[in-house]
């Protein structure tokens, strides 16, 4: 019998579920490798595990940047991974449902599939992540109605009004969570002359910073490395500074939520005055974000609940209805 799977490949974090066990994997988006054999060590926590204690023949990898495979072999080893850790194999004849940008290119779209099919898979069908983001919120994507969707990823932003199983307008970047990790880490350095742990960054974007600068004055004090002599000492962080460093991805996200309202016909831009817009992904709960939206553009809008797993229960239902939505992969898988 053939196992079905859905998948959910992010730049920070992939999710895999299937059919029979719901969702079985959500970790980072990481695989480590041994370069002499080619042989997959671990994936997600575990290949974070291993940062920093391996040998020159292990390497540990991110395959995806900006929401697009980097890497098209370590890719389907990565995938090949996740189907071992579900118990899928090649004699499974799996199917497998996977998300893509919107923005992704035919070329991106063909080696993400190519990459499952050289892991094992049998049959891949691709659908676009605003879609599969409205499939998961329970949304009626069918009908002829606009529902807008915007996601927030780790490499890419997309905010996508749908209608009769298609998008009818969209606005993207390949900006997201990463680069405010990125632009936090380039002011420390820059204004405090330290090197910060990936940990410490994330953990100051999510408890310090604010879309609408209303953290203005808080504090913290973390500990990290200096660039002049190496050591660890004790830094005064400034609400300000994260601040400063969400203006760029903020500004870039707010401009693609506006091409999207800016091109939608009257009638659907009619429905989204009356159904709001709804934020998925990793940093759709970026403090005063959606206020900060919703006072832009005039619309309401609401943040889901698990933004982050919403695309992935949106492939699970489609593994359980792939008949009826036969025709969504038809429009996407292209």
Known sequence: MATDVALDIGTARTRLATTEHGIMFDEPTMVAIDTTTGEVIDVGHGAIDLVGRTPRHMVVFRPLAQGTTVDFDVTARLIAGLFDH????????ARVVMSVPSLATSIERRALRQAAIQAGAREVSLMEAPIAAAIGLGLPVQDPVGSAVTVLGAGASESALISL???????????GGNDIDNAIATLLRLRQGVVVAPSIVEDLKITMSSAR????????????????DGRLESVEVRAELVNAALADVVSATLRLIQECLADAPPDLSQDVSAQGMVLVGGHA????????????????VRVAEDPGTVIIRGLQMCLEQMSSLHGLFRQVDR
């Open 213 to 228: 600068s209303r953290s203005h004055g808080e504090s913290r004090t973390i500990m990290a490395r200096s660039i002049e």
């Open 165 to 175: 199983g298609g998008i009818v307008s969209s606005g993207a970047r390949r900006v």
């Open 86 to 93: 579900a118990g899928v194999s090649k004699l499974s004849r």
């Open 285 to 300: 709960q970026l403090t005063d974000l959606s206020d900060l939206i919703a006072h832009t553009t005039g619309v309401t």
